[in-house]
């Protein structure tokens, strides 16, 4: 994927996004040759963060000591603001995309989630888009090769009208090669799962195009 602008500024900062950044620096200087394990150093800054702003402070923790980070954040969102404002992207841009232009054809993978993503929707009333992503990933990963045929049949389909429309466009000398990646890309979308990860070339599905 494109590297974005290098000039642009640094993102804002929170109050606990310091905080956990003050806990790894005492870590270090604590134990310098220790590595971090970062689900662990996440779950104790997390509940470190709940003692600091809940009703009940320990006298070790004092709303005092968060109100200095809820201070480093204010501060570094006025900075932020400011180089927002002198900041302009670099001139020239993206080009504009044609909308007549041929829109690459989903994979048999992305067939499967169009017809299933509703079902699992329908059945599971306020399910995350991060769950439903990973129980697609899994309905899928469990289908025999003879029950994803008919996705992968469809999607070569939808591929050979795709490559018959761009040869069609480039006839007429608009297609500048800009529609997605280029072929043997190194661009992957993963759908972590917990054991078994999906891996789906965007040479086959534009990332604009994913919806999960």
Same mark, same amino acid.
């Given at each position: 994927?494109?590297?974005g ?17 003050? *806990? ?20 104790? *800054? ?26 480093m ?28 232009a ?8 992305f067939?499967? *989630? ?33 029950e ?27 297609f ?10 190194? *661009? ?25």
């Amino acid at each position: 994927m494109a590297k974005g602008d290098p000039k642009k500024p640094k993102g804002k900062m929170s109050a606990y996004a310091f905080f956990v950044q003050t *806990c790894r620096e005492e870590h270090k200087k604590k134990n310098p040759e220790v590595p971090v394990n970062f689900a662990e150093f996440s779950k104790k *800054c997390s509940e470190r963060w709940k003692t600091m702003s809940g009703k009940e402070k320990s006298k070790t923790m004092s709303g005092k000591e968060k109100s200095k980070f809820d201070e480093m954040a204010k501060a570094d969102k006025v900075r932020y603001d400011r180089e927002m404002k002198d900041y302009g992207p670099a001139k020239g841009g993206k080009k504009k995309k044609d909308p007549n232009a041929p829109k690459r054809p989903p994979s048999g993978f992305f067939l499967f *989630c169009s017809e299933f993503r509703p079902k699992i929707k329908s059945t599971n009333p306020g399910i995350s888009i991060g769950d439903v992503a990973k129980k697609l990933g899994e309905m899928w990963n469990n289908l025999s090769d003879s029950e994803k045929q008919p996705y992968i049949t469809k999607a070569a389909k939808l591929k050979g009208k795709y490559e018959k429309d761009v040869a069609d466009y480039k006839s007429k000398g608009k297609f500048d090669g800009a529609k997605g990646p280029a072929k043997g890309s190194t *661009c992957f979308l993963y759908l972590l799962l917990s054991s078994n990860p999906v891996i789906l070339s965007l040479n086959d599905y534009p990332l604009e195009r994913t919806r999960l």
